[in-house]
Structure formats: C-alpha cells, structure tokens
C-alpha cells in the first residue's frame, strides 16, 4: 500500500464530477491513507455524505458545528492533522475563493488554517476554465505553492468538448502518490518553494531530420520522460517552456509554454533563444547527431541499386547551452548508454558542463523508448551518484525535480 500511514483530507465542492469523488476514495482508502472528508454545502446535492462516509470510514464535515448537540467541527484541528489537502473536484467557484481568501464555508476555512501542502483538480465546463477570472485565480493559487492538476479534454456535462474534465480518479490517485514519493510532508513544501516563480527550459521527443518531402531519419523517443517532467515542474509553481519534438502527445497545461519543432537545428534555435531567461534546462530530448548533407526537394524514386545518403554532424545543443551557462544557472541532460554506461556519462556530463546528468540504459527492461517505466541514476558534477528503483515517468520526474530543487537559488 503506497500511502499506507498517510493522512489527506479530501475536499469535494458542488460539481457534477462530485460523484468521482466516491471511486476517489475509495482509491486512497485501498493505498492505506487515512481519509477525512469536507464537502460544500452544494457538493451535498451532487453526492451524499452517507455513501462518501461509508467509503472513507470518517464521518462526513459540511458545517462549521453539529446541529444535533452544538459541537464544533474545528477547521484548525483538521489542518494540523493532514500531510494533503486534495480537493477534487475544484469547482471555478471554490477556486475564486480560495484565491481571495473567502471563507464562507468548512472547507474553506480548513484551506486557509491548513499547514499540509494542498493539491486541487479543477472541474468545470471549457469556458469557465479558459475565462481570463479563472486563469487569474489558477495562477495566484499556483504562486502560492498549490499545486493544479490539469484537467482532461473530453465531453462534459454541458454536451459541449473541451478541456475541464476533472482529471480521472486513477490518474488523481497517481499524482498523489508521485507526491508522496518526493516527500510529501510538511518538510516537503521547501522543495517546491524552491520551484515556485522559476523559468525553466525543458526540451523533449526525438528529432526529424528530412532526407525529401516524405521521409526522415529519427529515433524512437516518445516525449513522455520530459513531458512528465514538464508537468512536475508546473504543478510545483515554475514556469515552463517546453521545446518539443513530433510526438503524438498533446499537453495543455496553464503554466507550459509549448514550442513545437521538428529538425535538431529548431531546436537549437529556439534553446538559445530561451535558455538565458531561465534558471534551468533539462535537456531530455534525444536530437539527431547527424543530418543528411542533401535534403532532396522531390520524392526519392526507388532504383535498381543501393542509394546513400551523406551526413554531417548537427549542431550539439548541449554543448553549447553549456557555453552559454551563467552563474546561478542550472543545466542538465540524459544520456541513454548501451555499453559503459557511466563511463560515457560522466565523459558527457563534464565535457558539456552540467550540473547533473540522469543516466539509463537501453539493457534495463522497462527502461527507455516508449516505456512508461524507467530506471535512472543520477550523477553529479562530483562523481557522486545517486540509483533509482525502476519506476513510472512521473515518478521519476518527481525523483529529476527533487534533485533540480536542491541545486536551484
């Protein structure tokens, strides 16, 4: 059981997405957390505390004292006990509030007592999420360490599509644990303190390089290890400019600038464009090493015979990025080995002037291109190293961020 031993408070505000809440909890309950629970006095007409009281095995809190004998439901006490305040589902409304300091309700206040970092995961129809108020609302909230989990694009309750889905309760249940995996306590907070308002270039996916107007030479990166990584950055307050390579995921995210390129010299140009007003790069992207010398301007036509393709180096991003580093700068990058994996690594780390490198390696099952798993070390400027479990993206972008954390002032 992951969260075996932690304890959340789980707030659910007047949505229909109230009813995910129940699976939710289930989720938490099942993973060992102990779970108490604030409702709204509106997320009542969407679920009923009996059935939210069952599966979370605590007694339901929606008003500030008990009606029947006068006792009082202490917000303060509620606050000191958690390690998490989740939210789910975040209407726009509590939202607002939240961010204004309202505290017209149990919930509310148990927020602004709360001494646990807080995780909310909006839940609205796609106007209300995309109106100038409510991305104010999410950028103050952010700015004050609470951390946002991004809502889905899909059909809701208004019939229309767009993005405002509250996020899945087995994804919300993964987030949470992620978090927990990085700390998660009280003591935590200073880890993503340290993030909160920083600028941070994040590069991601293979790239094209166009041998004629139908094909290229590639590599197989599917984006995911630095589109988890993007996403931990953001939800932890920094500001992102994510340089993404052609990869089949889309990511909306409020605090994620994405920058869409295809050859390795776009991105170059757009990592030299950036990288001085950041604080940060993680270099993940695997860019091409080489290009063709001819970039043929009509369909090649297949012959009786061999056909060769000439090449030249590209442009070695990190190098340069390295050249340009300033001091208080922060730059790291992956190398994906396949033999003498440290060795080249640390060759890499040095000669390109890194903070820290994340090794793996293409031997480990479950590791590398198109996995949701993987399994890193991470070396220092030192030599020192650090060895991981195998583990999901996420939670190896939770492990890259902690590490990023601790070197960024």
């Not at 004629?212 to 400019?241: C, F, H, T």
């Not at 060759?347 to 480990?364: A, G, P, T």
Request: hydrophobic share 40%.
């Amino acid at each position: 059981m992951q969260l075996n031993g932690k304890k959340i408070i789980l707030g659910i505000t007047g949505s229909i997405a109230a009813y995910k809440a129940a699976f939710l909890t289930r989720l938490l309950i099942k993973e060992g957390a102990a779970v108490k629970v604030v409702m709204t006095p509106l997320a009542k007409e969407f679920i009923t505390p009996v059935t939210i009281a069952t599966l979370s095995r605590n007694t339901v809190l929606s008003d500030f004292f008990s009606y029947d004998d006068g006792s009082w439901n202490s917000h303060v006490d509620l606050g000191i006990w958690a390690d998490l305040f989740l939210i789910a589902p975040a209407s726009a409304n509590t939202m607002a509030k939240m961010a204004h300091g309202v505290c017209d309700n149990l919930l509310l206040t148990t927020y602004l007592s709360c001494r646990c970092p807080v995780m909310l995961a909006p839940a609205m129809d796609l106007d209300m999420f995309s109106h100038p108020a409510t991305v104010r609302n999410q950028e103050i909230l952010l700015n004050r360490g609470n951390i946002i989990i991004e809502p889905s694009c899909g059909e809701l309750a208004s019939g229309l599509s767009g993005k405002g889905r509250m996020e899945e309760p087995a994804g919300i249940l993964q987030k949470v644990i992620s978090f927990f995996a990085g700390g998660g306590t009280e003591a935590d907070t200073e880890k993503y303190a340290a993030l909160r308002g920083k600028q941070i270039l994040v590069t991601a996916g293979p790239t094209h390089e166009a041998v004629d107007p139908v094909r290229y030479i590639g590599n197989q990166s599917s984006g995911k290890m630095g589109y988890s990584i993007a996403v931990e950055l953001a939800n932890r307050g920094a500001g992102v400019i994510l340089v993404t390579g052609p990869v089949p995921t889309e990511l909306v995210h409020s605090s994620i600038r994405v920058i869409k390129v295809k050859s390795a010299d776009e991105m170059y140009r757009e990592c030299i464009k950036w990288f001085p007003e950041c604080e940060a790069c993680v270099m993940t992207a695997a860019v091409a090493d080489y290009r063709p010398v001819v970039t043929e301007n009509k369909k090649i036509k297949r012959g009786e015979g061999t056909y060769t393709i000439k090449m030249q180096p590209t442009t070695d991003i990190l190098k340069e990025l390295g050249k340009m580093k300033k001091k208080g700068q922060v730059l790291t990058g992956f190398a994906l080995e396949t033999d003498n994996e440290k060795v080249n690594a640390e060759k890499k780390l040095h000669n390109k002037n890194l903070d820290f490198i994340v090794l793996n390696s293409l031997q480990e099952e479950g590791a590398g291109f198109h996995s949701d798993t993987n399994k890193i070390s991470i070396i220092n400027s030192d030599g020192s190293a650090i060895d991981y479990e195998m583990k999901t993206k996420p939670e190896v972008a939770v492990d890259i961020v902690n590490h990023l954390s601790e070197l960024i002032k």
